[in-house]
């Protein structure tokens, strides 16, 4: 006999014209309990009865099966399927049907999954997130119920419910029970006629509270009850419909107004699970194993994430997976079937949340939902008989708990009142110039922790590392200002120092006089020593060397230098900035190279070293091959720039009252941040305090793809990809560019403010613009950086760097991600017909500065990064 799925599958292709031929009308299969319906509509039943209908269909399917003993009859006899064989004027009246199919059914699922729609895309009244897990034992309740105490130390009202039907135990877990039907899940389901969870479960701080809706009373009495439930529920799944109404009728009343709602429920397939979950419109967490035998999740576990996910539709998912090593701590690293394992289950939350806007051609990348997976981990507090109290978890689960907020789109921060407008604090804030460039911009300086050492005097940091849009250049400038160094070359839109700027006619000049590098450092070194203590503009200096012809190689006499060197008054710290557009790609490395020996040399003679301090502001690309033995070189006196998310978040909440529509659309929120402006310019507030602030003016989540805004502002401001976001870094230019780029759109858009909050539409366009413009200054940092030369040079010997490197970034358009490393690299060369050295070189620099990184689980596949998947215009193919 042959399985009902193939069955189904069989009969639906006879329905499929195919050569001229279609020998039914149509199939349509659903789910009544307690069987599986299937309506076969054919013409030719017409004026036949019942028997026959059968034996006709029976000769149609024989005709299309290679299986000359298959009997469709056997198939209803055994098992609990009826075929219902119908003409189309009697299929037409068997429609009213359609209207108590079992939707919220796992048999329903399975037929064919739902998904989401963007009609469906709002926000509940109550905010409910329903817990979940395939397989038991892998910390579901124990998540549940320390993530409901969090929200309650912070302020919040929590109601938890327990729906696990077959197995319950956060009574137990909080140390309380219910002693009436009219406290339980129960009660709902038809035991009592009113609802009272049990309150003050757990009572936090700041007026929260936790209170408890058990699944049944804790009594003798109520055990033959709970198990007739359990029986007959199945039955009829309708009766958990019915309980998830009542309860949000219960929850629109006063005294039942709740911030959180999380809902447990019960592992597998149980019967009560979809018909709440579809019911409570929410997100779902589900808790999911790695640790599989094999690296392919199985089927059936993939069918019920997809049913699960389909029927929560406030905010996208998140999955928790409990880790049983004991050694395991964040940024850990974790096998090639693990990471494969994570990638499959996150493919599904990505397959959900295709076309959440309407937009069926756009598919979420597996990378955009790194943040979705939050990692459990073995915690020595659990091991206490009773639910321990937040504070006693390690850190590591203690931002679990943080991160799941932040995805869940559930409150952020501690509860407090509206704050009232405040009539004064720093208004100095809102009246800044703001530049995405480090050089103009004049917004509030971000203390962020790698810079506090560079701020000390005297401190042995001579190589300040970054990437781009890290804030090198605006660290200088700060540097400069407190009188910390006197900038000798800085960036071509500096105009605040009296230093040289790259690009500049006397800098353009001079390098030509110098013939090579290492002279050009040291000639302008020996200038800045003749002048020390001047008021003179360097270039004014540079100027009259080059009106009295005086030679850089004279100027570059070392001894002669030194000798200068010894006699000034005192320490001196010079600044250089402005390497990476100082002259053409071929050269950069040169130039840097020369920069760091001459800055080595004066750090191994004792004599200068005491006299004289470089301290270099350079791109970690350029820093990390300059030199032979370059890491011993910068041992112990380099620092790299590095935003946290934390940091960024204080950087983007400085710079909201400095832009003109945000403050006039949201002066509480801005007047509060002026007010605390001494806390957010030492990146003091708080990563969830911040993100709080931050959703005060933001909604919840975009549209587009559904995202918790709170994961928006994380994952797409950094270079995080995959499994390795603890190492990512954040990058303010591109957080000012969005913030900038919203603030003008916004004056430009009639509808700019939807239920209190900046439209989301607006964030994407913005982060649009933004990215792509943030794609730009990234080709012109790769004309510095990639060196691409054809296989035949004759006749494109005279292209420059910048439209060789333009041809190479237009030649990803259209390809794929991920992607195996070996076959791009034929691809490319195809289309550009660059040299194969070329191609491979220049991917792997690509590589360094995070526009590529591995695919977690995937040895030799590569995929573009979050930052520039739109200006790559990859197409991201999931599988």
Same mark, same amino acid.
């Given at each position: 006999?042959?399985?009902?799925?193939?069955?189904?599958?069989?009969?639906?292709?006879?329905?499929?014209?195919?050569?001229?031929?279609?020998?039914?009308?149509?199939?349509?299969?659903?789910?009544?309990?307690?069987?599986?319906?299937?309506?076969?509509?054919?013409?030719?039943?017409?004026?036949?009865?019942?028997?026959?209908?059968?034996?006709?269909?029976?000769?149609?399917?024989?005709?299309?099966?290679?299986?000359?003993?298959?009997?469709?009859?056997?198939?209803?006899?055994?098992?609990?399927?009826?075929?219902?064989?119908?003409?189309?004027?009697?299929?037409?009246?068997?429609?009213?049907?359609?209207?108590?199919?079992?939707?919220?059914?796992?048999?329903?699922?399975?037929?064919?999954?739902?998904?989401?729609?963007?009609?469906?895309?709002?926000?509940?009244?109550?905010?409910?997130?329903?817990?979940?897990?395939?397989?038991?034992?892998?910390?579901?309740?124990?998540?549940?119920?320390?993530?409901?105490?969090?929200?309650?130390?912070?302020?919040?009202?929590?109601?938890?419910?327990?729906?696990?039907?077959?197995?319950?135990?956060?009574?137990?877990?909080?140390?309380?029970?219910?002693?009436?039907?009219?406290?339980?899940?129960?009660?709902?389901?038809?035991?009592?006629?009113?609802?009272?969870?049990?309150?003050?479960?757990?009572?936090?701080?700041?007026?929260?509270?936790?209170?408890?809706?058990?699944?049944?009373?804790?009594?003798?009495?109520?055990?033959?009850?709970?198990?007739?439930?359990?029986?007959?529920?199945?039955?009829?799944?309708?009766?958990?419909?019915?309980?998830?109404?009542?309860?949000?009728?219960?929850?629109?009343?006063?005294?039942?107004?709740?911030?959180?709602?999380?809902?447990?429920?019960?592992?597998?397939?149980?019967?009560?699970?979809?018909?709440?979950?579809?019911?409570?419109?929410?997100?779902?967490?589900?808790?999911?194993?790695?640790?599989?035998?094999?690296?392919?999740? %199985?089927?059936?576990?993939?069918?019920?994430?997809?049913?699960?996910?389909?029927?929560?539709?406030?905010?996208?998912?998140?999955?928790?997976?409990?880790?049983?090593?004991?050694?395991?701590?964040?940024?850990?690293?974790?096998?090639?079937?693990?990471?494969?394992?994570?990638?499959?289950?996150?493919?599904?939350?990505?397959?959900?949340?295709?076309?959440?806007?309407?937009?069926?051609?756009?598919?979420?990348?597996?990378?955009?939902?790194?943040?979705?997976?939050?990692?459990?981990?073995?915690?020595?507090?659990?091991?206490?008989?009773?639910?321990?109290?937040?504070?006693?978890?390690?850190?590591?689960?203690?931002?679990?708990?943080?991160?799941?907020?932040?995805?869940?789109?559930?409150?952020?921060?501690?509860?407090?009142?509206?704050?009232?407008?405040?009539?004064?604090?720093?208004?100095?804030?809102?009246?800044?110039?703001?530049?995405?460039?480090?050089?103009?911009?004049?917004?509030?300086?971000?203390?962020?922790?790698?810079?506090? %050492?560079?701020?000390?005097?005297?401190?042995?940091?001579?190589?300040?590392?970054?990437?781009?849009?890290?804030?090198?250049?605006?660290?200088?400038?700060?540097?400069?200002?407190?009188?910390?160094?006197? %900038?000798?070359?800085?960036?071509?839109?500096?105009?605040?120092?009296?230093?040289?700027?790259?690009?500049?006619?006397?800098?353009?000049?001079?390098?030509?006089?110098?013939?090579?590098?290492?002279?050009?450092?040291?000639?302008?070194?020996?200038?800045?020593?003749?002048?020390?203590?001047?008021?003179?503009?360097?270039?004014?200096?540079?100027?009259?060397?080059?009106?009295?012809?005086?030679?850089?190689?004279?100027?570059?006499?070392?001894?002669?230098?030194?000798?200068?060197?010894?006699?000034?008054?005192?320490?001196?710290?010079?600044?250089?900035?402005?390497?990476?557009?100082?002259?053409?790609?071929?050269?950069?490395?040169?130039?840097?190279?020369?920069?760091?020996?001459?800055?080595?040399?004066?750090?191994?003679?004792?004599?200068?070293?005491?006299?004289?301090?470089?301290?270099?502001?350079?791109?970690?690309?350029?820093?990390?091959?300059?030199?032979?033995?370059?890491?011993?070189?910068?041992?112990?006196?380099?620092?790299?720039?590095?935003?946290?998310?934390?940091?960024?978040?204080?950087?983007?909440?400085?710079?909201?009252?400095?832009?003109?529509?945000?403050?006039?659309?949201?002066?509480?929120?801005?007047?509060?941040?002026?007010?605390?402006?001494?806390?957010?310019?030492?990146?003091?507030?708080?990563?969830?305090?911040?993100?709080?602030?931050?959703?005060?003016?933001?909604?919840?989540?975009?549209?587009?793809?559904?995202?918790?805004?709170?994961?928006?502002?994380?994952?797409?401001?950094?270079?995080?990809?995959?499994?390795?976001?603890?190492?990512?870094?954040?990058?303010?230019?591109?957080?000012?560019?969005?913030?900038?780029?919203?603030?003008?759109?916004?004056?430009?858009?009639?509808?700019?403010?939807?239920?209190?909050?900046?439209?989301?539409?607006?964030?994407?366009?913005?982060?649009?613009?933004?990215?792509?413009?943030?794609?730009?200054?990234?080709?012109?940092?790769?004309?510095?950086?990639?060196?691409?030369?054809?296989?035949?040079?004759?006749?494109?010997?005279?292209?420059?760097?910048?439209?060789?490197?333009?041809?190479?970034?237009?030649?990803?358009?259209?390809?794929?991600?991920?992607?195996?490393?070996?076959?791009?690299?034929?691809?490319?060369?195809?289309?550009?017909?660059?040299?194969?050295?070329?191609?491979?070189?220049?991917?792997?620099?690509?590589?360094?500065?995070?526009?590529?990184?591995?695919? %977690?689980?995937?040895?030799?596949?590569?995929?573009?990064?979050?930052?520039?998947?739109?200006?790559?215009?990859?197409?991201?193919?999931?599988?």
């Amino acid at each position: 006999m042959r399985s009902v799925f193939e069955t189904m599958e069989l009969l639906k292709a006879l329905s499929v014209p195919a050569d001229g031929r279609k020998p039914l009308e149509k199939v349509d299969v659903f789910f009544l309990a307690p069987s599986l319906q299937i309506d076969v509509v054919s013409e030719e039943f017409l004026h036949l009865e019942e028997e026959q209908r059968l034996a006709h269909l029976q000769r149609i399917v024989l005709d299309a099966s290679s299986d000359d003993t298959y009997r469709l009859d056997e198939l209803t006899l055994r098992l609990p399927v009826a075929l219902n064989l119908l003409t189309l004027e009697e299929a037409k009246s068997r429609a009213h049907w359609a209207q108590v199919r079992n939707n919220s059914s796992w048999v329903s699922a399975f037929i064919e999954a739902p998904r989401r729609k963007a009609a469906d895309l709002k926000d509940a009244a109550q905010k409910y997130v329903h817990f979940y897990g395939y397989k038991g034992g892998q910390g579901r309740s124990t998540v549940l119920g320390l993530l409901s105490k969090a929200l309650a130390d912070d302020g919040y009202r929590v109601l938890v419910v327990d729906a696990d039907i077959e197995a319950p135990s956060l009574d137990l877990m909080f140390g309380v029970s219910g002693d009436s039907y009219s406290q339980t899940l129960m009660g709902l389901c038809g035991w009592a006629d009113d609802v009272q969870p049990i309150a003050g479960a757990y009572a936090g701080q700041f007026g929260g509270r936790v209170d408890l809706l058990p699944c049944r009373p804790r009594t003798d009495a109520a055990d033959l009850d709970f198990s007739l439930l359990v029986a007959s529920a199945p039955l009829d799944a309708r009766v958990y419909e019915w309980a998830a109404d009542r309860l949000a009728r219960e929850l629109e009343k006063p005294e039942h107004t709740y911030d959180v709602v999380l809902v447990d429920h019960r592992t597998g397939i149980a019967s009560s699970v979809l018909p709440l979950m579809s019911r409570l419109g929410g997100a779902a967490t589900i808790f999911a194993r790695t640790d599989f035998n094999t690296s392919k999740v %199985p089927s059936e576990m993939k069918r019920v994430i997809r049913a699960i996910f389909a029927s929560t539709v406030s905010v996208p998912g998140a999955f928790v997976g409990f880790q049983l090593d004991p050694n395991r701590k964040v940024g850990s690293a974790q096998s090639s079937n693990e990471a494969r394992v994570r990638d499959q289950l996150l493919g599904e939350l990505a397959a959900a949340l295709d076309g959440a806007d309407g937009d069926q051609g756009a598919e979420v990348s597996v990378s955009e939902l790194a943040l979705n997976w939050v990692d459990w981990y073995l915690d020595r507090a659990l091991l206490e008989p009773s639910l321990p109290n937040v504070q006693k978890l390690q850190s590591d689960n203690i931002a679990s708990l943080g991160l799941l907020r932040e995805i869940l789109g559930l409150p952020l921060g501690r509860k407090v009142e509206k704050p009232a407008a405040q009539t004064s604090g720093n208004l100095a804030i809102s009246s800044t110039q703001l530049s995405v460039s480090g050089a103009k911009d004049d917004g509030l300086f971000i203390h962020i922790p790698e810079v506090e %050492p560079l701020f000390v005097p005297g401190n042995p940091y001579s190589y300040v590392l970054g990437r781009k849009g890290t804030g090198k250049t605006r660290l200088l400038r700060e540097m400069a200002h407190r009188k910390l160094g006197t %900038p000798l070359l800085v960036a071509a839109d500096e105009t605040g120092t009296l230093a040289l700027r790259s690009q500049s006619i006397e800098a353009t000049e001079w390098l030509g006089l110098c013939g090579d590098a290492s002279t050009f450092w040291w000639s302008l070194l020996a200038m800045s020593a003749e002048h020390i203590g001047d008021k003179k503009p360097f270039e004014e200096i540079v100027r009259q060397k080059i009106k009295d012809q005086v030679s850089p190689k004279s100027l570059a006499d070392r001894i002669a230098l030194k000798a200068t060197l010894m006699v000034l008054p005192g320490s001196q710290t010079l600044l250089i900035d402005g390497l990476e557009t100082l002259v053409p790609a071929a050269r950069i490395k040169e130039f840097v190279a020369a920069l760091f020996n001459m800055m080595s040399a004066i750090q191994n003679d004792p004599s200068l070293s005491s006299r004289l301090v470089i301290r270099s502001f350079v791109r970690e690309d350029l820093a990390s091959d300059s030199v032979q033995n370059v890491e011993q070189q910068m041992e112990g006196r380099s620092q790299r720039l590095k935003w946290s998310a934390r940091s960024i978040l204080n950087f983007a909440i400085s710079r909201l009252p400095s832009l003109p529509w945000i403050r006039r659309s949201f002066p509480e929120v801005c007047e509060e941040i002026s007010a605390r402006s001494d806390e957010v310019s030492r990146g003091a507030m708080s990563e969830q305090e911040a993100t709080a602030m931050m959703l005060r003016v933001f909604p919840a989540r975009l549209r587009r793809n559904n995202l918790s805004t709170a994961t928006f502002l994380r994952l797409y401001f950094s270079d995080a990809g995959g499994d390795d976001t603890d190492k990512a870094t954040f990058y303010p230019r591109l957080y000012l560019s969005f913030l900038q780029k919203l603030d003008e759109l916004a004056e430009e858009t009639e509808d700019a403010v939807e239920s209190d909050r900046v439209a989301s539409a607006l964030l994407n366009r913005a982060y649009d613009q933004a990215s792509s413009e943030f794609i730009k200054e990234t080709k012109q940092e790769l004309s510095h950086l990639l060196s691409l030369e054809y296989e035949d040079e004759s006749g494109a010997a005279a292209e420059s760097d910048e439209v060789r490197v333009a041809k190479f970034i237009a030649a990803f358009d259209g390809l794929s991600t991920p992607f195996e490393h070996e076959a791009l690299i034929v691809q490319l060369q195809s289309k550009t017909q660059f040299r194969e050295k070329s191609v491979r070189d220049s991917l792997q620099r690509m590589k360094a500065i995070r526009m590529f990184e591995d695919r %977690p689980g995937y040895g030799g596949w590569w995929r573009v990064g979050q930052l520039y998947k739109m200006g790559l215009r990859m197409k991201y193919v999931r599988g």
